[in-house]
Structures are given as C-alpha cells and as structure tokens.
C-alpha cells in the first residue's frame, strides 16, 4: 500500500501563487524514480480533470490550460512531488488531488486532495 498526502491548497486572489506538495509513502517499490505521479483536479460543477504529471524518467505533461504557469516537480529523497501554481485565475479553483502509480504495476493510488480558490 502507498499512502499520498498533500498539502499546501488555500485561497487566493487571482494573479497569485501556490505550492501543492504529495508525499508519497509506505510500499513505494523504489521511491518515486520508479512511480508515474501527477495532478488531477475536479472544479465546482466539473468533471476531474488532468492537470500535471511527472514519469518515473522524469519526463513531464501539462494541460494546455496550465502551461506556462504551472511546474510540476519531485524530491526523490523526500518522496515528495510539487505542484507550483503562479498566475493563478478563477478557474483553477477545485479539490487537486495527486495520484501515484508503480510504472511495472497497474493500480494507482490516490490521495485525499488539497482544496484552491481563487477568487477576488
């Protein structure tokens, strides 16, 4: 079993900044440079959506409403992966949950998700 956590959601003014963190915990099976992890993220009245991901060969995908203003990153010694958020707008609000997979394993553990509002 895996165990996510994230933190770091908030209200914001439009314009501004969050850090989303996901630590990643337990049976990870050699840490995150073995695991595909990212970002999904469901507003009010929204279906979940895709928003960020990071492979196990760091590779990386943005949804094209978050590029250029959204970085995905990872700690491999702390197991942890960031979601930086600048330039934030109205629509971004939502519950972003971050999820983690086993690149030779087919099931996907999730976490229980970070609330951001944006709004003025």
């Known amino acids: 079993q895996v165990q996510l956590v994230e933190s770091g959601g908030g209200s914001v003014q439009p314009g501004g900044s969050l850090r989303l963190s996901c630590v990643n915990s337990?049976?990870?099976?050699?840490?995150?440079?073995?695991?595909?992890v990212g970002w999904l993220r469901q507003g009010p009245g929204k279906q979940r959506e895709f928003v960020a991901s990071?492979?196990?060969?760091?590779?990386?995908d943005y949804a094209d409403s978050v590029k250029g203003r959204f970085t995905i990153s990872r700690d491999t010694a702390q197991n942890t992966v960031y979601l930086q958020m600048d330039n934030l707008m109205p629509e971004d609000t939502g519950l972003y949950s971050c999820?983690?997979?086993?690149?030779?394993?087919?099931?996907?553990?999730w976490g229980q998700g970070t609330q951001v509002t944006v709004s003025s």
């Open positions: 999820y983690s997979r086993h690149i030779s394993s087919p099931n996907t553990y």
């Open positions: 337990g049976s990870t099976r050699g840490g995150l440079r073995m695991r595909n």
């Open positions: 990071v492979a196990a060969d760091e590779t990386t």
